[in-house]
């Protein structure tokens, strides 16, 4: 029997006319704090929602975690 403890979680995105209304949080709430995954330790890359994923326990990675970031230019807007 195989276990899992990490998971990774694309950032989500949510389309500019239905952001507000809880849509996000209900995405995330269901796959991490409600579904199969609510053990996994999660780890997650963003560049503008930290204040939602913050609610649901995400924080700077712990002396485990390592990133090598890419040298493309992310495109805004």
Same mark, same amino acid.
């Given at each position: 029997?195989?276990?899992?403890?990490?998971?990774? #979680?694309?950032?989500?995105?949510?389309?500019?006319?239905? $952001?507000?209304? !809880?849509?996000?949080?209900?995405?995330?709430?269901? &796959?991490?704090?409600?579904?199969?995954?609510?053990?996994?330790?999660?780890? #997650?890359?963003?560049?503008?929602?930290?204040?939602?994923? $913050?609610?649901? !326990?995400?924080?700077?990675?712990?002396?485990?975690? &390592?990133?090598?970031?890419?040298?493309?230019?992310?495109?805004?807007?």
């Amino acid at each position: 029997m195989a276990f899992v403890n990490d998971a990774y #979680l694309a950032d989500v995105v949510v389309d500019p006319a239905a $952001r507000g209304a !809880g849509a996000g949080k209900l995405l995330v709430r269901t &796959m991490i704090d409600e579904g199969p995954g609510a053990e996994f330790r999660w780890t #997650l890359f963003t560049g503008d929602a930290h204040g939602l994923y $913050r609610q649901f !326990g995400f924080d700077t990675p712990d002396e485990t975690a &390592m990133v090598r970031p890419g040298t493309r230019r992310v495109r805004e807007g």
